[in-house]
């Protein structure tokens, strides 16, 4: 055991160690190896790795151009291999993404809320995102009824179904 008020870990869940996590006094820290942050210069690196997705799960991320992250002033964070990034645009959490396998959502999205993301939206499809962003303080504040007329590109209805549209704050 080492001395929290020093910001040394105190103690590390599995979890936390498969993430390289530091637990401190109860708050979770990222180490610099694991997430960093890109350069507006390096936003290329994020989008190709965004778009590595497999197409089903795309349409769960919005997916801004370059310029279109630029000229929002976005803040990319991208793990260094390239399998999770997020971006935190003038407070909301956006363009989440983690590829099949990588499980790093709980370590982006408490990432993005330790840059300043404090509100979000999100497709509800089994409850499986909402309850990913509620573990990070979260409350829903808005759900509308699936519209066809607003689904994403590469939807997949066989897949995905129709779900709620949720708005989420911090």
Not at 22 to 29: A, F, I
Not at 52 to 77: C, D, W
Not at 117 to 138: I, N, V
Not at 143 to 164: F, I, T
Request: aromatic share 12%.
């Amino acid at each position: 055991m080492r001395d929290p008020s020093r910001g040394e870990i105190v103690s590390q869940s599995t979890e936390a160690a498969k993430f390289n996590l530091n637990v401190t006094s109860g708050v979770y820290s990222f180490r610099p190896d694991v997430v960093e942050c890109f350069s507006r210069k390096e936003m290329e690196r994020f989008v190709s790795a965004r778009d590595a997705l497999p197409e089903h799960l795309r349409a769960f991320v919005v997916s801004y151009s370059i310029e279109e992250y630029r000229s929002a002033g976005a803040r990319l964070f991208l793990t260094r291999d390239g399998l999770g990034g997020v971006a935190v645009i003038d407070g909301e959490l956006a363009s989440l993404f983690s590829l099949p396998g990588s499980c790093y959502g709980d370590l982006l999205v408490c990432h993005a809320v330790t840059h300043g993301a404090h509100r979000l939206s999100c497709f509800d499809t089994r409850g499986k995102l909402p309850a990913l962003y509620e573990r990070h303080g979260f409350e829903e504040v808005f759900r509308a009824a699936w519209d066809d007329a607003y689904a994403p590109p590469h939807w997949s209805y066989e897949r995905w179904g129709r779900p709620d549209y949720v708005e989420m704050r911090r």
